[in-house]
């Protein structure tokens, strides 16, 4: 008995001594990553963004007056098949400050529209419904006030883009 405590005191010896595995060492933390500045970007974000959504006659309305920009955050590929008249496309991941000013311009106030595949009923391509928790507008809407620009609207309902009152441009999808 005492030969199995002396081995159970040396094994309980080396698993201290013994650095972490991999799996469990912390992880490195990487200075151009800040997760809890984004859950907080985004909590600041939601009552903001609750109160700037509309019904498609004014996002209509509003998205083609002077100065405006209506803007599709979808891929390219997406934006080629269809998209609404007058959109500008920008994909999301291709979302940085010179991006941003090279297509909105130098003037953060500028009023912004925005939509998605989620304002559309179709659920066809291009414009294949998403899961609601993470529907392209939120992350648009969140990364564009996030970069400065405050006067983002977004379209706040669900449409058919085959409705004429929406001005859907069909296009084609690339060759591949």
Known sequence: ?????????????????????AKEAPPPANPLIDYDGFV??????????????????D?????????????DARSAEAFRQGHIAGAVNLPLPDFTAESLARVIGSD??????IYCNNN??????PVVTKSRPLALNIQTFVNLVGY?????WE???AVDMNDPAIGWVKGQPTQG
């Open 120 to 125: 559309f009923r179709n659920n066809i391509a």
């Open 155 to 157: 379209l706040g309902e």
């Open 148 to 152: 400065g620009y405050k006067q983002v």
């Open 40 to 57: 907080a970007l985004t909590q600041d974000v939601g009552p903001y963004r609750a109160k700037r959504l509309l019904n498609v006659a």
């Open 108 to 113: 953060t106030n500028r009023p912004i529209y």
């Open 59 to 71: 996002f209509k309305r509003e998205s083609v007056a002077p100065n405006a920009l209506l803007l």
């Open 1 to 21: 008995m005492r030969t199995s405590l002396i081995v159970l005191a040396a094994f309980a010896g080396l698993s201290v001594a013994m650095p972490l595995s």
